[in-house]
């Protein structure tokens, strides 16, 4: 069954490093997202992206965050100067169409030291 | 925002037990998912169900969009269905978020 894939599983990066997370979405699907997770908290939305410009961001998603496809396959998330409280799991999800199943990725664990 | 409440918090049950997970939301919406999230993390995606009802083996979902409120149905239920369970829903007539209750953690025990 086709999935979405993530990369790298676990990152340690020092505050103020800039970080590029990286996603392989399922390969016809349209529609990608960016969600987190805190340790122990619920599930929080990033970013949603479709035809090559984000079409919703939330309050989180600062100027601090940035996501690009840089190709036919990859959708990364780069986030330019960590903080400490950008430590969480990060979730890379797609959909074929809006308003249908997402799929996630198996996430990438920051932490920010 | 909508908000998204699951019930209850907490679960424990002896394996082949049935159970039902309860998910409330403020507003009308377009598209209702639930998850589950293993020991290892993972997002499992188990059901897109903005209405009506659905069934996957052990597993059966209701969403009642009329009376915003969805169900869960885990049945005869496996150690390995322990995990975290999720409601998510995206709002009627708003862009793509998935909006994600607190979800309801549940450990099954031989």
């Known amino acids: 069954e086709p999935e979405v894939t993530q990369t790298p599983s676990h990152q340690v990066t020092q505050m103020g490093q800039e970080v590029i997370l990286r996603c392989v979405p399922i390969s016809n699907h349209l529609y990608f997202y960016w969600y987190r997770q805190i340790l122990g908290q619920k599930v929080e939305f990033l970013v949603s992206f479709y035809n090559n410009e984000i079409s919703e961001k939330s309050e989180i998603f600062d100027d601090q965050f940035s996501v690009e496809r840089p190709d036919g396959s990859n959708f990364t998330l780069k986030i330019r100067s960590t903080k400490l409280e950008d430590s969480a799991m990060y979730f890379c999800a797609s959909s074929v169409r809006a308003r249908s199943r997402a799929f996630f990725g198996q996430g990438t664990r920051l932490t920010v030291v | 925002g909508i908000q998204v409440e699951q019930s209850p918090p907490d679960l424990i049950l002896q394996e082949g037990a049935n159970s039902t997970l309860r998910c409330n939301f403020s507003d009308s919406v377009n598209n209702l998912q639930w998850f589950h999230q293993n020991p290892w993390g993972q997002l499992i995606n188990l059901f897109y169900?903005?209405?009506g009802t659905k069934q996957n083996g052990r597993l059966s979902a209701t969403t009642v969009a009329t009376e915003r409120y969805s169900l869960l149905y885990i049945s005869s239920s496996q150690t390995t269905d322990s995990g975290v369970y999720f409601c998510?829903?995206?709002?009627?007539?708003?862009?793509?978020?998935?909006?994600f209750g607190k979800g309801t953690s549940l450990l099954v025990t031989p």
């Open positions: 169900i903005p209405s």
């Open positions: 998510a829903v995206e709002r009627s007539n708003s862009g793509y978020a998935l909006n």
